[in-house]
């Protein structure tokens, strides 16, 4: 069994070990030697897996456990994304991944992932989160990850290493974003389509909503449920419906906060002449998948974890502890596609007020209290 002291034991010797791979190239700046940079890589890659490769197989082979389908565009594909690449860049075997698992299979759906033969299982939102406090003691061999994000439990659990992030201010400045584009559109409303008024999801609409009449007082979003309690985000149908039914009335920006229903969400949207905001993914703006994208606010699944295995190889987060992202511009939040000079300003306050206006802070504070039932 892995001992907490003989993590943080391995971990310490892989930071020395790094730190030597990292003097060595620096060294080498300005050198050729091609074998000499394949022999660095190589020593970096050889002390990731003397810490993680639980099963000695002299691989790393990750797991990810999805809580929608591993391809939705959006917040649960990003996570998939990076353990992809992750694996490719460092020469490890490809990634298992688990999707599609709802609420009441998690338990059974982790543990199925567990036993083949992984060495760190990537846990991709806390609606299954859950089982990790039992799993962590049956399966103590693998580092287990929790890409928590919003509406996550603030007590550590022995044996995950969990991210988190504050939704409320999150979406606050999104919030803001949404309003530069109405402004400039000469738009007045919008809709949020989501599950059904989960916690997390009052949080979003509601810090949205504050920061949308932070831009104009006038400008109002209606909160729309698709899916069935709890946790489905992915009924086309429903979102489509409600779509249309938005667009009717004269919504001109549709934030879909949805999962497998995003594309298709977005799609009418399009269509259908709205500006369209997406729930996670950072690249958004780059992609070419013929829908309107204004921007997104953005909580990337794969950029948190990417981040957070950087703290995980240091040290700084180990399992059983908890690290909180903080709100800054570039790393989540409100993003606009090609903003004018007044819209990009505009969030880039956004960012600064959440962060030193106290009043403010305040009040997204409250928004969070109220929307998970604590004071």
Not at 130 to 146: N, Q, V
Not at 168 to 189: C, D, F, K, N, R
Not at 350 to 368: C, M, Q
Request: proline share 3%; glycine share 10%; with cysteine.
């Amino acid at each position: 069994m892995r001992s907490y002291s003989c993590v943080r034991a391995r971990l310490l010797f892989v930071c020395a070990a790094l730190f030597l791979v990292l003097s060595l190239a620096a060294m080498a700046c300005g050198n050729d030697d091609a074998d000499f940079l394949e022999v660095t890589d190589n020593l970096a890659t050889q002390e990731l897996l003397a810490t993680f490769d639980a099963n000695d197989d002299g691989t790393l082979t990750i797991g990810v456990a999805a809580a929608g389908p591993r391809d939705d565009q959006g917040y649960y594909q990003a996570l998939v994304d990076f353990a992809e690449e992750f694996s490719a860049e460092n020469g490890f075997a490809p990634p298992i991944v688990s999707d599609n698992i709802g609420f009441t299979q998690a338990a059974r759906a982790l543990s199925d992932l567990a036993v083949q033969g992984v060495d760190i299982v990537f846990v991709g939102a806390s609606e299954i989160a859950e089982p990790l406090a039992d799993l962590t003691k049956e399966f103590p061999d693998i580092f287990w990850y929790c890409n928590c994000g919003a509406g996550a439990s603030s007590s550590r659990i022995d044996g995950v290493a969990q991210a988190t992030d504050w939704g409320s201010a999150i979406h606050y400045t999104g919030g803001v974003a949404m309003g530069a584009v109405l402004q400039e559109i000469g738009g007045s409303s919008a809709v949020f389509l989501g599950c059904c008024e989960l916690p997390f999801e009052t949080e979003a609409y509601e810090a949205t909503l504050l920061g949308l009449r932070s831009v104009d007082a006038s400008f109002d979003m209606e909160y729309v449920a698709t899916g069935e309690f709890p946790y489905d985000f992915d009924n086309s149908a429903n979102a489509t419906a409600a779509l249309a039914n938005a667009a009717a009335q004269g919504a001109a920006l549709v934030y879909p906060y949805l999962g497998g229903a995003l594309n298709s969400a977005a799609l009418l949207a399009t269509r259908e002449g709205l500006a369209v905001f997406a729930p996670g993914p950072a690249d958004i703006c780059s992609r070419d998948d013929g829908i309107n994208w204004a921007g997104s606010v953005i909580y990337d699944g794969g950029l948190y974890a990417r981040q957070a295995f950087q703290r995980i190889i240091s040290g700084e987060l180990l399992e059983g502890s908890i690290f909180r992202f903080p709100t800054e511009q570039g790393l989540n939040g409100g993003s606009l596609c090609d903003p004018s000079p007044q819209a990009a300003m505009l969030v880039s306050d956004a960012f600064v007020a959440v962060d030193t206006d106290a009043e403010l802070v305040g009040t997204l504070r409250e928004i969070s209290s109220a929307a998970y039932g604590s004071e």
